[in-house]
């Protein structure tokens, strides 16, 4: 069942969006992540070996990138989609994921929270629920 049928949000999910708006909290950041997988060499999905924080804060040092919009962990659950649906095929290495991730949250013409609106499209095609209250 599609989990947006409803015409009320959960409490715990008011209570979220009122502390975090529709962006990423650390807990939310690390939920989503968990579920991110990739096809080894043989086509066997694998979960990814997550980025944290500071490592995408130092490839971004590294590579002298600077993310205008950054809100939240938005932009490290960017760098962990990249590094799970694009890195080693159309995304080379680090350098070129966080200019992705910066091409990304720093869209123009992208509404506030897109990140986060994305995701939880995502969640509720896939029928994946949220415990709300947990990632406050």
């Not at 968990?34 to 066997?44: H, L, P």
């Not at 990138?65 to 990249?82: L, Q, R, T």
């Not at 029928?127 to 990632?135: L, V, Y």
Request: charged fraction near 25%.
């Amino acid at each position: 069942m599609r989990l947006d049928m409803y015409d009320n949000f959960p409490a715990g999910m008011t209570a979220y969006l009122n502390n975090y708006g529709w962006h990423f909290s650390k807990a939310m950041c690390e939920f989503a992540v968990s579920k991110m997988e990739k096809e080894d060499a043989s086509g066997k999905k694998i979960k990814i070996q997550p980025y944290a924080k500071d490592q995408v804060d130092a490839f971004l040092k590294q590579y002298g990138v600077e993310i205008k919009n950054k809100v939240g962990y938005d932009y490290v659950y960017v760098a962990n989609m990249c590094k799970a649906d694009y890195l080693g095929s159309s995304i080379q290495n680090e350098q070129f994921l966080v200019k992705f991730v910066k091409d990304y949250i720093d869209d123009p013409d992208a509404p506030g929270g897109k990140t986060f609106c994305r995701f939880y499209a995502d969640c509720i095609a896939g029928g994946i629920p949220i415990i709300w209250e947990d990632m406050l």
